[in-house]
């Protein structure tokens, strides 16, 4: 039988899928691409924003045209936080035993009937997942689920469950296989990954990276995303001290105002957090630090937005993800008075766009004349594409036949969003 599976989200949906796929392939099934006819449907979905739960419900309405007769199973976030209201839909299962995936498809089979599994996370323990290769070049693995943080505008604590962490073992032993089948850079993720090991006893992340920077033939580990407040002083000396950390961090701002800031339950300042950074530009001096920011929170003004370009700006972000304020229902930000209206959201979005596409070509051209070391990933047209340690999409012609190999060379210009590289 074959099967297909969409996946929506963030990475650590990426990595499940990618367990998934392995599980119902080590049992004989097939997998083919989302856009062809199978027999078995995965959809597994996010709900972190309305535009996610849209996307969501178009990706399971269009497997159920594309083959009526196919099983269909939705998993994930969607799930966790409603009811899903279509029928012909064969198996839903939460964000728990979606290692059992293969066990519900075979039992479907054998009985035909309806199957749903869907826990209440409010206690949960890790789930244990391995993927034993990828692929892409660059390898996830999620170390860490849920989160405690309850920020005001965010579902995700409620579908994701309590803050739990990897088997450290579990986590090395993975690491060194995927490297063993060729995948030079890992990406360690989770829903809040900076607070891997706050449930493990004395052990926390600063302690797994001692031990993963010692894996031979691994050239690099990146953390997927970190909070500012988990930046702490073992962590910077590890930044400090290890080359095969990247020169790369993902560190969420989410607004540049302190009024916005305290609105949704963040838990820093912007003094703090510009502190941080300099500290860890300090020890990284060209280090690329890319955030996210969401624009239209309730009562943010046009004042607190302004504020917020000026944060930004003053930061030097070398990428910026932006984010229309969502309103989830459940959470503290849903009840607030003075929602901006969309059409603001709209017009607040494309400013700051602009402002980190500017930011973004002035980080680029700081590394013109510069070697560097990049990784490629897909070859295209006659090019091989791929990333800097500290991600820079880089462009070259070449060879397919370098793809996984680290190639030293030299950015000659801009390209946007490419840096065009001859090799040394």
Do not use: W
């Amino acid at each position: 039988m074959t099967f297909a599976i969409y996946t929506l989200g963030c990475k650590v949906n990426t990595y499940e899928s990618n367990v998934m796929s392995e599980l119902l392939k080590n049992k004989g099934y097939k997998e083919v691409a989302f856009n062809k006819q199978a027999d078995i449907y995965i959809i597994n979905t996010c709900t972190v924003t309305n535009m996610a739960d849209h996307k969501s419900m178009k990706m399971i309405r269009q497997a159920i045209k594309r083959n009526k007769n196919a099983i269909i199973v939705v998993v994930g976030c969607l799930v966790q936080n409603k009811d899903i209201k279509i029928d012909d839909v064969d198996i839903i299962i939460g964000n728990k035993n979606k290692n059992k995936i293969a066990q519900y498809i075979e039992e479907y089979i054998k009985n035909k009937q309806k199957i749903e599994d869907v826990k209440d996370l409010k206690k949960t323990s890790f789930e244990n997942m391995q993927v034993s290769s990828f692929n892409k070049t660059r390898a996830f693995i999620k170390i860490q689920d849920g989160c405690n943080n309850y920020c005001a505008y965010c579902i995700i604590p409620y579908v994701r469950g309590n803050i739990c962490s990897k088997d450290p073992i579990l986590v090395i032993e993975e690491v060194n296989e995927l490297v063993k089948k060729g995948h030079q850079e890992i990406v360690l993720t989770g829903i809040h990954t900076g607070s891997y090991g706050a449930d493990l006893d004395n052990y926390d992340l600063s302690d797994l990276l001692k031990e993963l920077v010692k894996i031979d033939g691994l050239k690099r580990i990146r953390i997927s995303s970190i909070e500012i407040t988990e930046i702490n002083e073992r962590l910077m000396n590890l930044i400090k001290d290890n080359p095969i950390l990247v020169n790369h961090m993902h560190i969420p701002l989410q607004s540049g105002s302190n009024k916005i800031l305290k609105l949704m339950n963040r838990k820093y300042d912007i003094d703090y957090f510009i502190t941080k950074i300099n500290k860890l530009r300090s020890i990284r001096p060209d280090i690329s630090i890319t955030t996210d920011v969401i624009l239209g929170f309730p009562n943010e003004t046009e004042e607190d937005f302004q504020e917020t370009i000026e944060t930004v700006r003053k930061i030097k972000f070398s990428k910026i993800h932006v984010f229309p304020y969502s309103k989830r229902e459940g959470t503290v930000a849903a009840k607030m008075d003075n929602q901006v209206s969309n059409e603001i959201k709209k017009k607040r979005v494309a400013e700051l766009i602009k402002v980190s596409k500017e930011l973004e070509i002035d980080y680029m051209k700081k590394f013109i004349n510069k070697e560097v070391t990049f990784i490629p990933e897909i070859y295209k047209n006659d090019y091989l594409i791929g990333h800097t340690g500290n991600y820079l999409l880089v462009k070259m012609k070449g060879d397919k036949n370098l793809i996984n190999q680290e190639i030293k060379c030299e950015i000659v210009k801009v390209e946007y969003p490419y840096v065009i590289v001859n090799k040394k």
